[in-house]
């Protein structure tokens, strides 16, 4: 089996799945937004940039939920990423598990820091070492 038929076989996973959440939503209204989709939040691991193999098809249910769901080569390519890693983020490097935003309000932080404090006035005018 490869990387494409295991990412039909969880999309079709999710859709049996969410017809199961939409049964019980016409049956109970608000089920999905106050009972599955917190929990569904949770067990995808959302904070996690990077997913590992067993947040996909929590993440790919998640995803189902809103307006747009996922296509196959969205899970693909999830899959692809959580695979090339192990599965899991290495623990030794954070910037793999933070959610994008931190990530991307991080690397303005650190190109917005100021540069060196300049020398205070006057430092350069000692000419006692100079030849």
Do not use: C, W, Y
């Not at 089996?1 to 969880?10: G, R, V």
């Not at 017809?19 to 904070?47: C, K, Q, S």
């Not at 623990?91 to 932080?109: E, F, G, H, L, Q």
């Amino acid at each position: 089996m490869d990387n494409t038929q295991l990412a039909e076989l969880l999309m079709g996973i999710a859709k049996a799945q969410n017809a199961v959440i939409d049964a019980i939503d016409r049956a109970e209204p608000g089920f999905r937004n106050n009972h599955a989709v917190p929990i569904l939040t949770t067990a995808a691991n959302v904070r996690a940039a990077v997913p590992r193999i067993q947040d996909l098809p929590s993440r790919i249910l998640l995803r189902m939920q809103g307006r747009s769901p996922f296509d196959i080569a969205q899970i693909l390519q999830d899959l692809e990423a959580a695979l090339a890693n192990g599965g899991t983020a290495a623990p030794d490097d954070p910037s793999k598990n933070i959610p994008p935003a931190a990530a991307r309000v991080a690397a303005r932080a650190a190109a917005a820091a100021p540069a060196a404090a300049p020398a205070a006035p006057g430092a350069d005018l000692d000419f006692s070492a100079k030849p």
